[in-house]
């Protein structure tokens, strides 16, 4: 997920709609309140609200936190949120970029079985340039994660070697989606 530009739609327009109906047919999405229980830990929203159920009832509901990036596209990020005993929703994970309240979408199809499930998008502009933007996004993270695990420190002049020409390359095609008319 590209984190820093992504953040909660402000409303269920047509795009939302349609890309909901291809993640989870017949489902609406609904805004879910943020919650964080002290002791959860960030991204980790099974075991937090497996956790949670244990410890007040309710039940694990799966699905898809939506967020958005203006004029470039729209993200599904597999999620679950805790169902209270008397029915509502409430999101106990804490974020690493605070949000409140989420975008849910309910996915009775799926369960999370331990197993990574990719990011789902949806284009909200020239399709081959909304295409090339997201690689882009998904090079930087790979690159960024190769140098974590290789050691190196942020700063690292090797960072700015690999990464800038990527990132320019980033802002410039952001830049001509977000001024399209």
Known sequence: MSASRLHTPSKTDKNVLAFSERLSPGQKPFFVDVRPENGFEPVQCFPNVAEKVRRSGGKIVYGWEISLEPKIHLEAQFHAVWQSPDGRFVDVTPQLIPQDPILFLIDDRRTYTGTLVPDERFSL?????????????????????????????RGHPLYA?????????????????????
């Not at 933007?133 to 993270?141: P, S």
């Not at 690999?162 to 001024?179: K, V």
């Open 125 to 153: 502009g020239d399709v081959k340039l909304v295409s090339r933007y997201l690689d882009l996004v998904d090079e930087r993270m790979s690159i960024l994660q190769q140098m974590q695990l290789a050691g190196f420190e």
């Open 161 to 181: 070697q690999r990464l800038l020409p990527i990132q320019a390359e980033i802002e410039s095609i952001r830049e001509r989606l977000q001024n399209a008319t």
